[in-house]
């Protein structure tokens, strides 16, 4: 089954009416084996929040070296990111596989008048995936209730009930009493049941269940005083909030990558239930784990400040309990006019919604893309009627945030909100790729559209015309029929992923000549009624590259960085025992100094100093050690025309070498320390964000890819993302595709001969393959492969690498030139015979 079929027969599947109870899934899981039994689940209930502190519990678990599998809903611009393993999304072959194995049984039972829903076979799906991966132990957030849900086919070794607010009464109940008692159910066997619930809601929880952790403020409305305190200390940047947890004999003081005193209740409920899941799985957790894992624990969509001055915030507040909390962190927030776009689903309370979000002095209503989905004059009358200002009915979602955008002065805030499917409409202006793909026969042309899951019909035309100038991107399926339109009428062409979605974004691919493309460019700089004007910018930057920085009002401020021209040499120097390579050869600050120099000398152009190894097995270093090693040697770098480099993942590490010298960070964990990007963005240095699954490598470890290239480039646009939200402007940014770090060799070279695909990122790239184990698929050693790293070095200087970093400086300086001159001899027309 291809990829695109199991998506639509799953997306299909909406079309039946949710029916409450296990039963159904619970027969769908016998066909597997009943994988549910071989995994220790955590369940997540609540009316709101639920999503947040699954996402916190999952993050302090993996913090503590567990294997962890996260389920949530919805999902924003892919149906597998509602299944994550170690945050990695469900492969596309993983979900057409288990598509393609329930499907005759699913049909069946539709054809005998008890078909699944889409969340029952999603559920099913994600409990199979957690057991096909062996993980140590899964989050799960309950869909809706507890008892009725889908998810309560487990029997969970922790479970919470975040809070309780009338929800989906007509099937929950029409009291909060009611919809308790159905949350309460998902309490585990053997563990108390977690809860930050007050008033009523906890009286009946209290009622059905006595073995109860309740979590809360020190004045919450609970008696007896809750057993696990917390205390909300405001934010502490645009991005974080400092939150107290205090337990019976414990406690935890940590910043979170989520705003408002709500949070601080979410992140207390997170940290016992992860406690109650590291015991079954025979592990502690201390409170650096927990103070770690919460402030890695980022979540797309819940008050996400995309942007500063003004300040565009994306929140998917979608009921009224909702848009009050929200109310409440936008208050923590110093601007003189909110403006807000608001779309929502027609069976929410769109009055109360609006009567708690505070008075805005603009609203331009809109209608995401979503068969649900409320008409915008009827939101628009709504906010009139409350009183709001100047009042717009709007279209489409960019439509409507250009707008409000346009409206904003840069004192002003921009505020996306009311529904889930909006703020991942919205999100996509910032979020949207096209790849530039090189298709140079019609093996390539054959499997760049199979990739991109365009039906063989469609396919079989756009080959031919493949093998030119092609482009790869994602759209709503309305918009991708407009794309296909305007390529059509300018003579180019455009195939589009046969997968259909509600909303969903489907791959694209985008053929014809320059000149084609440059006119379809105009024509969408006014398409706002699909709102395809966002795509005009995306296609300047593949048609042209990235728009420059700004210039400096003082030219002698701008910063001038030796990959703007050409390619640069990064030369390795390891101040360590145990590198790969050269490990213990440059420890003494004397011997370090003589080899940088020796490496400028030879026309290094960044000296890259680390001080641990990240080879398989390598220990940890501590930090105090890692700078004892680093700092001296930067400092004697000080006289050195190349640039200073420092590779290394912990960011009090980055700030001592940036104190002794050092003008870039190189960090091999992908800002993995959430602490690096603020620190990137207060040194307004470059920041190198590498791809990696572990770092130290973890040999053996097996890691599934559906394309090493694109699965690479979408987890890498989330890493680029946060850093930019953090205030690292994106040219500031280099991006790293990690070879060697969780890829096969094969793997390895793909990504090499492909590494112009990165470009799409809109950062400058760097390769780093110097020596590595990648080169035994050619019959070289590892360790010690010169020859084989220099034929790398130039082709990825061809392919539009930005830097190499490597250990031998000279003879990869001459391959960098080689390939440059391929291109453009005229560079070196003075350089001698």
């Known amino acids: 089954m291809e990829y695109h079929e199991a998506v639509n027969f799953l997306f299909d599947l909406r079309r039946f009416q949710v029916k409450p109870g296990t039963a159904s899934v619970r027969s769908l899981l016998a066909e597997f084996d ?18 947040s502190t699954a996402r916190m519990a999952e993050s302090v678990l993996r913090e503590a070296g567990l294997t962890v599998g996260l389920y949530t809903s919805p999902h924003f611009e892919d149906i597998r990111e509602r299944i994550r393993v170690d945050g990695r999304k469900i492969p596309e072959s993983a979900l057409a ?15 005998s008048g008890e078909p699944l829903t889409f969340f029952e076979v999603m ?24 008892e009725l849900d889908a998810t309560s086919v487990v029997d969970p070794v922790a479970s919470a009930v975040t809070n309780v607010t009338l929800e989906h009464t007509a099937v929950l109940g029409d009291t909060v009493e009611e919809i308790a008692e159905k949350k309460v159910a998902v309490a585990p066997d053997g563990r108390p049941l977690v809860t930050g619930a007050t008033g009523d809601a906890l009286d009946a929880i209290r009622d059905h269940e006595d073995e109860l952790i309740t979590v809360g403020t020190a004045d919450a409305a609970m008696e007896p005083r809750p057993n696990v305190t917390v205390r909300y200390d405001g934010r502490v940047n645009h991005q974080e909030s400092a939150v107290v947890v205090s337990g019976p004999s414990w406690g935890v003081e940590a910043n979170i990558p989520l705003l408002g005193s709500y949070q601080a209740v979410n992140a207390g409920i997170a940290c016992v239930v992860a406690e109650q899941a590291a015991d079954e799985a025979g592990t502690t957790i201390d409170a650096t784990t927990l103070e770690r894992g919460l402030r890695r624990a980022n979540w797309p969509g819940r008050f996400e400040v995309m942007e500063r001055n003004p300040h565009v915030v994306l929140d998917g507040a979608h009921n009224p309990g909702a848009c009050a909390e929200l109310a409440s962190v936008i208050e923590e927030f110093d601007f003189e006019s909110l403006h807000l776009v608001f779309g929502a689903m027609h069976d929410k309370d769109h009055r109360e919604m609006a009567a708690e979000l505070p008075r805005p002095a603009s609203v331009v209503t809109c209608r995401p893309n979503n068969a649900r989905s409320e008409d915008p004059e009827t939101l628009a009358r709504v906010f009139e009627d409350e009183g709001a200002g100047d009042v717009t009915a709007g279209t489409t979602v960019s439509a409507a945030l250009r707008t409000a955008r346009e409206r904003a002065g840069p004192d002003d805030c921009v505020l996306v909100a009311g529904s889930l499917f909006l703020v991942a409409e919205a999100r996509t202006t910032w979020t949207r790729t096209v790849v530039s793909k090189r298709v140079e026969t019609l093996s390539d042309a054959d499997r760049l559209l199979s990739r991109a899951n365009v039906p063989a019909e469609d396919a ?17 399926r309305r918009q991708a029929r407009r794309l296909r339109e305007e390529m059509l009428a300018v003579g180019g062409d455009c195939a589009v992923s046969g997968h259909r979605g509600e909303g969903e974004q489907v791959d694209v691919v985008l053929t014809g000549t320059r000149t084609q493309f440059e006119r379809v460019r105009e024509n969408l700089a006014y398409a706002d009624e699909y709102g395809l004007s966002e795509f005009a910018g995306a296609l300047d930057a593949a048609l042209d590259g990235p728009p420059s920085r700004p210039a400096a009002s003082d030219p002698a401020d701008e910063p001038e960085y030796p990959w703007s021209d050409g390619t640069a040499v990064m030369g390795i120097l390891n101040v360590t025992p145990d590198s790969f390579h050269d490990g213990g050869e440059y420890r003494d600050v004397e011997d370090a100094l003589e080899r940088a120099e020796a490496m400028a000398e030879a026309g290094a152009d960044i000296i890259d100093i680390g001080g641990e190894s990240t080879r398989p097995g390598a220990d940890v270093v501590p930090v105090e050690e890692e700078i004892e090693r680093i700092v001296p040697v930067i400092e004697s770098l000080a006289e ?11 960011a009090d590490v980055a700030r001592a070498a940036l104190d002794a010298g050092a003008d870039i960070l190189n960090d091999v964990t992908g800002l993995e320390d959430p602490e690096m990007r603020f620190l990137a963005a207060e040194r307004d240095v470059p920041v190198i964000v590498m791809h990696s699954i572990d770092a130290p490598v973890v040999p053996g470890k097996d890691v599934a890819y559906d394309d090493v290239v ?19 402007p994106r040219e500031n940014v280099i991006v790293d595709p990690g070879l060697g770090f969780g890829k096969t060799a094969a793997e390895d070279f793909e990504m090499l001969d492909r590494i112009g695909e990165f470009e799409s990122l809109g950062c ?3 390769v780093g393959h110097s020596h590595k184990s990648m080169f035994e698929l050619v019959g070289e050693e590892a360790g010690d492969n010169l020859e084989a790293t220099i034929a790398a070095t130039t082709i990825a200087a061809d392919r539009g690498a930005d830097i190499v970093r490597v250990h031998d400086v000279r003879e990869n300086v001459a391959a960098v030139n080689v390939a440059l001159a391929t291109r453009d001899p005229s560079r070196f027309a003075d350089g001698g015979e």
């Open 460 to 476: 079989e035309r756009t080959r031919g015309d493949a093998v030119h100038r092609v482009y790869r991107t994602t759209a709503q």
């Open 123 to 146: 559920t099913a799906m994600a409990i199979w995936r957690f057991a096909d991966a062996d993980v140590d132990v899964a989050v799960l957030e309950v869909g809706m209730g507890g």
């Open 640 to 650: 050195t025309d190349a640039l200073v480099s420092v590779d290394t993942r912990k």
């Open 34 to 51: 009943d994988p549910q039994d071989d995994v220790s689940f955590v369940q997540i209930a609540g009316s709101n929040g639920k999503g």
């Open 710 to 728: 694109e699965d690479v480039i979408d987890e890498l646009k989330e890493r680029i993302l946060l850093a930019e939200q953090a205030g690292v």
């Open 764 to 766: 400058p790239v760097l």
């Open 97 to 111: 596989e288990f598509v393609a194995a329930a499907k005759p049984w699913l049909v069946e039972r539709a054809a």
